[in-house]
C-alpha cells in the first residue's frame, strides 16, 4: 500500500491527465453493462430492469427462430467482409504510392485531399450519392445518356447497394486510415534503403524488399483490430440509403436492433440480438489475434 501510495504521488499529474478518459470510458462502456441484464428478461419500463420478468435465453431463441436472423446476419457478414477486403488493403497501397512522391506542394495537395471526406457527415456523403446516381439527373445517369446507355436507379437497386455502400466507405476514410502507415514508413531507418540501393534495388524492389516488410507489425495490429469491429456496422448509413427495393440485401443488425428496440420499444428483445453481436466481434477477435501471434508473433495482448 505504502508503495502504491507513492507511485500515485509520484505520478499524480499524469494520473490527472488519464482521469478524463478514464471516467468516459467507465461512464459509457462499463457502467452501461448491467443493461445487458435485459437480454435475459422480458424488460418492461415500469418495472425496471431488476423487477421485470426473468425469462433465460428466450430472446435469443425467438431471434433465431424469426425469419429475419439468417438475412441481418448474412448481410451484416457480407457488408462487413467486403468492407475489410476493399477498405484495409487500400490505405497501405496509397500510403506505399505516396511516399514514392517526392515532398513538396504536389504530395501535400494530395495528402490533405484525400483526408478530406473523412470530415463530411455521413449525411451530406449521402445527399452527394443521391444527387450523383439520381436516375434522371444525376452525373452518372447524364454521362450514361449522351452513351447511349440505359437510365440506372442506383440508390433503389439492390443489385447495386453494396457496391455504393462499400466503394463509399473506401473513399471515404482511405485517407485518413493511411495516416498511421505514413508515420510508420517515415519511421523506417534509411540506411536500409542506402544500403539497397548500393546493392542496385530499384524503387519498386524498395518498396516491396524494405518499406512492405517493415509495414507488417502495424498492418496485421490494426487488422486485428479492424476485425474486432467486423460487426459493428452502424445504422445510420444504411438507414439513409435504405429504400423498399434493397430492403433484402440492406438490412444488417444494426438497423434491425434499431427497429426493435428504438421503434418497437421491445428492449429486451434488441439488447439480447445486440449482445449476440457482440459476442461474435469477440470471438473474431481472439480467434484472429492467436492465429496472428502463432503465425507472425504479432498481437494486440
Known sequence: MKKTINLIKRDRYLLLLVLPAFLLILLFNYIPMGGLLMAFENYSTKKGIFGSEFVGLENFKQFFSSIFAFRV????????????????????????????????????????????????????????????????????????????????????????????FVGSEVWQNFGWNSIIYIAAIAGISQDLYEAAKIDGANRFQLAMKITLPSLVPTILTLFILNCGWMFSLGFEKVILMYSPGTYAVSDIISTYVYRKGILGADFGYATAIGLFNSLINVVILLSVNKISKKVKGVSIF
Open 73 to 164: 446476419i448474412k448481410n451484416t457478414f457480407l457488408l462487413s467482409f467486403l468492407n475489410l477486403l476493399w477498405g484495409f488493403p487500400i490505405p497501405i497501397i496509397f500510403a506505399l504510392m505516396l511516399n514514392e512522391l517526392k515532398n513538396g506542394p504536389f504530395k501535400k495537395v494530395v495528402q490533405t485531399v484525400s483526408y478530406l471526406p473523412h470530415f463530411v457527415s455521413t449525411v451530406v456523403i449521402i445527399g452527394m450519392m443521391i444527387s450523383m446516381f439520381d436516375p434522371n439527373f444525376g452525373l452518372v445517369n447524364v454521362l450514361r445518356a449522351k452513351l447511349g446507355l440505359d437510365s440506372i436507379a442506383f440508390m433503389s437497386d439492390a443489385s447495386w447497394f453494396r457496391t455504393l
